[in-house]
Nanobody, 124 residues
Framework: QVQLVESGGGLVQAGGSLRLSCAAS????????MGWFRQAPGKEREFVAT????????DYADSVKGRFTISGDNAKNTVYLQMNSLKYEDTAVYYC?????????????????WGQGTQVTVSS
């Protein structure tokens, strides 16, 4: 059974930084694509960032490109999302997701496993 546990969310002022972590158990994440999505109140879940199994190729939503960085630690089986220059509109619940394929995707329906989410609140 694959389990994903996010942590690192919180309250931060605009312009600040946070690093989210996603600890994976039940599989070695380096063989599968991993992604981050977010959902703000009243909005649909949206893609944030992803990388191929092993982290060789990354992809980012235009809204976070240049500010967010997705990375992974194979030894810890953990995926990170470093978020810099945070904006009020980044406020959302952030979800980690694991795909059944090595290839990344921006589509949420391509991911088989999801974490419980971690709240990120950016004050203006």
């Amino acid at each position: 059974q694959v389990q994903l546990v996010e942590s690192g969310g919180g309250l931060v002022q605009a312009g600040g930084s946070l690093r989210l972590s996603c600890a994976a158990s039940g599989r070695t994440f380096s063989s599968y694509a991993m992604g981050w999505f977010r959902q703000a109140p009243g909005k649909e879940r949206e893609f944030v960032a992803t990388f191929t199994g092993g982290g060789g190729t990354t992809d980012y939503a235009d809204s976070v490109k240049g500010r967010f960085t997705i990375s992974g630690d194979n030894a810890k089986n953990t995926v990170y999302l470093q978020m810099n220059s945070l904006k009020y509109e980044d406020t959302a619940v952030y979800y980690c997701a694991a795909s059944g394929s090595i290839w990344y995707s921006r589509r949420a329906d391509r991911y088989d496993y999801w974490g419980q989410g971690t709240q990120v609140t950016v004050s203006s």
